[in-house]
Structure formats: structure tokens, C-alpha cells
């Protein structure tokens, strides 16, 4: 029999109420004989208020020992910004190597889209993790006076480019259409854009079934509006990544469905799943939030620890559910619930 050893991160506002019904989805979904050993972290804004702590050595030392990690949201507007993002989900994301940053956008059945028409959107961004502008490699002289200059380095290695675009050459590979996309801006970030587009193209001739293309970033927000169904699996740089999967997320459902995982393929260290919006405080604790996004995340960690036909059953309920579901307002939990129940018949 197996064992899913996964250690639980609600996190702030809504990520507590998230997650515990992406968890009820997962017990459910799970065959009899796989044991689910869960323990909680209680990161975030309350104990960085308490401690001034986000995340230790000890803390990354004890989450290392997990199959995987299920995040909800970290984040107040009691704690300044840049806090726990920088010391908490960066340093989280950097020590566990998560170099690739999967966010899928299906827009499902039932679901609104401001686009025109019903567009066929089915892609999945592969989004880079660990490097770009994201390092904090920079800094500021002369500061506050009217002279003062600020750099904000972007750093992108041979190395850590191969690895996110040979893994999203394998995904592309893998998907029927066989589409992969390289998004940067090699017309002004020529130093960056030209490591990417040679690497893009050495690694394309590995892979001669993979139709491939490029576009520069401003050109694929476009396309994500007008077009989306051109797209297929997109690869990009962290900072270009970030934006366009904010724009996927709102052109497919909005954030209330978009699920994400930060990977790290080798394994060396436990992956991390994540519904893609933030802990929203606004409406907290008041069972409002939708745990689709969350439940849809558990369906990758499934699929990543090698569950594919639980995750497949997780996707397939919620497109049920979605369908079903119409306009009609539910609560956090009548969500969850109802997503276990369809995992569990
Ligand atoms: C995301 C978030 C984070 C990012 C922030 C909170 C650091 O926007 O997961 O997309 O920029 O990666
Ligand atoms: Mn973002």
C-alpha cells in the first residue's frame, strides 16, 4: 500500500478555508489503501506578528521531509508589503528549486469568459520559477533624493533556461496539439531574449513533432484575448510569466479556477500547489471564497505524485460541478463538499 506524506500550509484569509475543502476532496478521491498523513504549518501573517519569523531553516529543514506541499494563500495587509512574499513564498519557492511554475488555463464548460464568443482555451503556461527579475539581484544609490537610481537585475542562467524549456518542450510533447510558444521581449532585452530564443531553438531540434513559435510579450496579451486558442504550452521568463498567467486566469473563469504547482521535476525536493489568487481579506471567514482553484491544484499534486486517474476523476468532477452549478451562489464549503461527493461515487 502507499502513502501520501503531505505537509498543509493554509496560510492567511481564505487560504484556511480553501484548503481545508481541497483536502476534503483529496481524502475522498483517494483509494482505501493509500494512507494520507497530513501535518499543518502555521505560516504566515499571524506568526510573523507573533515571532517576526516567516520561514526558517528549521521550518524548510521539517517541510523538506514531505511528498509535496498544498499552499492556500500567504498574505495581510497587516504585515508590509513585500514581507511575506520576499520572505515567505520566494524563499519557499528558491530553496525547494521550484524552477518550473506549471499554471494551466482550460476554460471549462459553464464557465464565464469576458472574450467574445465561447473561444476554445486550453493551454498551460510553463512559467520559470527560480530566476528573471525575481533574484533580487539589485539595489539603490543615492536614495531618497531626486538622483536616486534603482536596478533590478534580471538573471538568467544557460542553465536554468535549458531545464524550464527543455521541461516544457516534454509537456508540449506529451499534449495532443504539440504547440510550444516562447513569450519574451528579444527585441529590447537583448542579452536575455537571445539566451532564451538559442536555447529555444538548440533544444527544438530534440524535439522535431513540436510545432514551435514566438512572440514577444506584448504581442501574446493580444493573442490571449483575441486569439487564446492558438496557444498551446507557452514558456516564459518568472516576471513575463507572472503577468500573462494573470491574464490567462481572467480570460479562462477568473482566479476563482486558476490552480498552479511550483515544481521541482527531479524530486530532490517536495513540489507546491497553490490556487493562484491571494488570501483576499475582504472576504475572509465568511465562507464566500471558491475552493475550485484549490481543489483544481490538488488534481496537479496528483497527477505530480502519480495519481493520474484520481487526478483526472478531481477534473472531471469539477467540470461536472461547474456545469451544474450555473450562477447559483454557494458557500466555501457546499462546494467542497459537493466535489467530494462526486471523487467519492
Ligand atoms: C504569484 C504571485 C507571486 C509572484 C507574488 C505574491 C510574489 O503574484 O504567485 O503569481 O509574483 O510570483
Ligand atoms: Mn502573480
Redesign the pocket.
Known sequence: SHSINLAVIPGDGIGQEVVAEGLKVLSAVLPQDVKLETEEYDFGAKRYHATGETLTDADLASLKKHDAILLGAI?DPSVPSGVL?RGF??KLRFAFDHHVNLRPSKLLPGVATPLAGQPEIDFVVVREGTEGP?TGNGGTIRKGTPHEVATEVSVNTAFGVERVVRDAFARAQARPRKKLTLVHKNNVLTFAGHLWTDIFTKVAAEFPEVSTDYLHVDAATIFLVTDPARFDVIVTDNLFG?II??LAAAVSGGIGVAA?GNINPSGEFPSMFEP?H?SAPDIAGQGKADPTATVLSVALLLRHLGYETEAVRVEEAVSADLTERGSAVRTTAEVGDALAARVAS
Open positions: 498574505g512574499e513564498l520566494l525575481y507572472d498567467t494573470d498552479s493562484v491571494g
